[in-house]
C-alpha cells in the first residue's frame, strides 16, 4: 500500500486474529523482500513459472474474470481494457496530493523505512513526479492460477518505488482483485470489487458492504507459531480508469475514517511498440 496507507493502517490494525491458512495465496510470500527481485522469489517458493517484464502482460488476464453484479466487461472502453490485460505496454505519470497532515507523516516514513524496502516511495510533490514512471510486469503461473506482479520504477534512475502483486478470484457469482504489497515479514493486502461505468470507465474499490472487499495485515507472529492476519478498519481507497478526449487517465484516492488523505492522478501513454491502438470511446 502507498506510504499513507501504510502507515495508517498500521495505527487501525483490529483487535480480531485469524490465521493466515483462511488468507488466498498473499500471505505465502511473508519471507519474500519488496525490491525487483520478491516476485522471483515468490514464484521459487510456490514452485511457479516466472516470466520477468513481460511486455504484454496486464495486471488481470482479462476483464472477463471480473464480470457480475456492477461489473460488464463489454461496456469498457477499449484502451482500459487494453491497460488492464497489457498494462506493461504503458508508461505513466503521476500527479501526488497529500493533505498537510499525511504529508509529513510521509516524510518520517520516506526517511525511515520506503527507501530501505524500495516500498511507497511515493514522490512527495509534483516536481519529483516530473521524473515519470516507468512500470514492469512479472508474472508467476501456477497449474490453477496465476499472479502478476506490477513493480514501478522511476524513469531517470530505473529505481523501484512500489511493487504490487496481483491476482483475481471469483465468489458468489462475482470478481475480485486482490493486491499483495511486500513488507518485511509480511504483506499489505487490498480486495476490491470492481464497477464499469457508463463512460466505459472502470472502478476497484474497497468502499462496499460486501463482505470480501477490504484491506488485511498479514504479518509472522513469533509469539503465535505463525502467520496471523488482522483486517484493517476504516481504510477505503477507489482506483478509477477512464478516457477523456482520447486520453487515457486515472484517479485513486484514499481515506481513512472518511477523510481524505491522499489522491494520486495519473497520466497513462503506449510505450513505443508496434502494437495497433484499439479505437476507444472517448468522451468528453
Not at 530505473?158 to 502483486?165: A, L, S
Not at 487515457?248 to 484514499?254: I, R, T, V, W, Y
Request: glycine share 12%.
Amino acid at each position: 500500500m502507498l506510504a499513507g496507507a501504510a502507515g495508517l493502517g498500521a495505527a487501525a490494525v483490529a483487535r480480531g486474529r485469524r490465521r493466515a491458512e483462511r488468507v488466498p495465496q498473499l500471505g505465502r510470500w511473508i519471507a519474500a523482500g519488496p525490491d525487483s527481485g520478491c516476485v522471483k522469489d515468490l514464484a521459487v517458493n510456490l514452485g511457479g513459472e516466472y516470466v520477468e517484464d513481460a511486455p504484454n502482460a496486464g495486471i488481470v488476464p482479462t476483464l472477463d474474470v471480473l464480470e457480475g453484479p456492477g461489473c460488464v466487461p463489454d461496456r469498457v472502453d477499449p484502451l482500459v481494457r487494453e491497460f488492464y490485460e497489457h498494462t506493461g505496454r504503458f508508461a505513466f505519470d503521476v500527479e501526488p496530493r497529500w493533505r498537510l497532515c499525511t504529508r509529513l507523516g510521509n516524510l518520517f516514513y520516506r526517511v525511515l523505512a520506503s527507501r530501505q524496502i524500495s516500498q511507497a516511495n511515493i514522490p512527495m510533490n509534483q516536481r519529483k513526479a516530473q521524473r515519470g514512471v516507468r512500470g514492469r510486469i512479472h508474472t508467476v503461473t501456477l497449474p490453477d492460477h496465476q499472479l502478476r506482479g506490477w513493480l514501478r520504477a522511476y524513469s531517470d534512475t530505473d529505481e523501484p518505488f512500489h511493487v504490487g502483486i496481483y491476482t483475481t478470484y471469483r465468489q458468489s457469482g462475482r470478481g475480485y482483485v486482490s493486491v499483495g504489497f511486500p513488507v518485511p515479514r509480511g504483506a499489505f493486502t487490498a480486495t476490491l470489487v470492481p464497477l464499469t461505468g457508463e463512460d466505459g470507465g472502470l472502478t476497484l474499490t474497497s468502499a462496499s458492504d460486501l463482505p470480501h472487499p477490504g484491506h488485511h495485515l498479514t504479518y509472522e507472529d513469533f509469539g503465535a507459531g505463525g502467520l496471523v492476519t488482522k483486517p484493517v478498519k476504516r481504510l477505503a481507497e477507489r482506483l478509477d480508469v477512464y478516457v477523456r478526449n482520447g486520453e487515457l487517465k486515472a484517479d485513486h484516492s484514499f481515506e481513512f475514517f472518511g477523510v481524505p488523505f491522499l489522491f494520486l492522478h495519473y497520466r497513462m501513454r503506449r510505450k513505443s511498440s508496434g502494437v495497433p491502438h484499439p479505437r476507444s470511446r472517448s468522451c468528453s
